[in-house]
């Protein structure tokens, strides 16, 4: 369930978005967490750590940790030390809004 929005000060909305542009929102277990989207440069980096089996889960804390714009990072450092798979519920969204979702039906013409 995604925290609601109203939970988060305006201002603090405002201030973030004024830094990085567009940023989005998502949650788990009602804990909100604001993110922007990875440059590709940033996506690259995923993608290459992601391949290895051995990098995958590091992959994903370290998307999340780049992209992640609230809570700040000595919170959320603290975050996903303590629930680990927070980073992967997190960074599926941060993927999804970098463009990462299943294509359309092909077609053979």
């Known amino acids: 369930m995604v925290a609601k929005l ?4 305006g201002g ?20 909100p967490f604001l993110f922007r989207k990875p440059s590709a440069d940033e996506f ?16 994903f804390r370290e998307l999340c ?21 927070y980073a992967m519920s997190v960074g599926a969204k941060i993927l999804e809004k970098a463009g990462l979702v299943e294509a359309d039906e092909v077609k053979e013409l």
Do not use: Y
Request: charged content about 35%.
């Open 6 to 9: 109203s939970a988060i000060e």
């Open 65 to 85: 940790m780049v992209c992640i714009v609230d809570p700040p990072e000595s919170e959320l450092d603290s975050i996903l030390d303590q629930n680990p798979g």
């Open 44 to 59: 690259e980096r995923w993608q290459i750590r992601a391949s290895d089996p051995k990098e995958r889960t590091a992959s």
């Open 12 to 31: 603090k909305i405002d201030a973030l978005k004024a830094k990085h542009g567009k940023i989005f929102q998502t949650g788990v277990d009602k804990r």
